[in-house]
């Protein structure tokens, strides 16, 4: 086996590192804008999208699903109860690039909802929950989501 020259060896190193760095780039710059911690695109340039109709809050994560984070079941059971509101509501996080993710609705369901970690889409359920309840229409419900998440 031939041994390195202490130059060879550093400079094998360094390559290796900058490799390592811009692999590490490309994979960010490539990566939704949620899994960056950026928020994708502006409001003006992604809609909301139309409610499905007959949508319903079935698929959001139950109570058993939260176990792990009781604080949260309130907040998942506003949701469940405004389904065609939150289907009408573009997350502005940056889930809606992932794929599966189509609205704020989607970001509460499955055992794996996306609302459980993630403060944007808790505090758009809070926001859409609170205006729902005191009779803001869908509409009112976008502006006001568009204003604070922008």
Excluded at 47 to 74: C, E, F, K, W, Y
């Amino acid at each position: 086996m031939s041994q390195l020259s202490r130059r060879a060896f550093i400079a094998t190193g360094l390559g290796a590192f900058a490799t390592l760095v811009a692999s590490a780039a490309v994979a960010r710059a490539h990566a939704p804008a949620a899994m960056r911690g950026e928020r994708s695109s502006t409001p003006q340039s992604r809609p909301h999208p139309d409610p499905r109709p007959g949508i319903t809050g079935a698929n959001v994560a139950s109570a058993r699903q939260l176990a792990a984070a009781p604080a949260l079941i309130p907040l998942f059971d506003a949701v469940r109860a405004i389904p065609e509101i939150a289907d009408g509501i573009r997350c502005r996080c940056g889930c809606a690039d992932i794929p599966g993710y189509r609205s704020l609705l989607s970001c509460y369901e499955g055992a794996d909802a996306m609302a459980r970690e993630c403060r944007t889409c808790q505090a758009e359920g809070r926001l859409a929950s609170r205006l729902g309840k005191s009779g803001k229409s869908l509409d009112e419900i976008r502006a006001a989501i568009d204003r604070k998440f922008q």
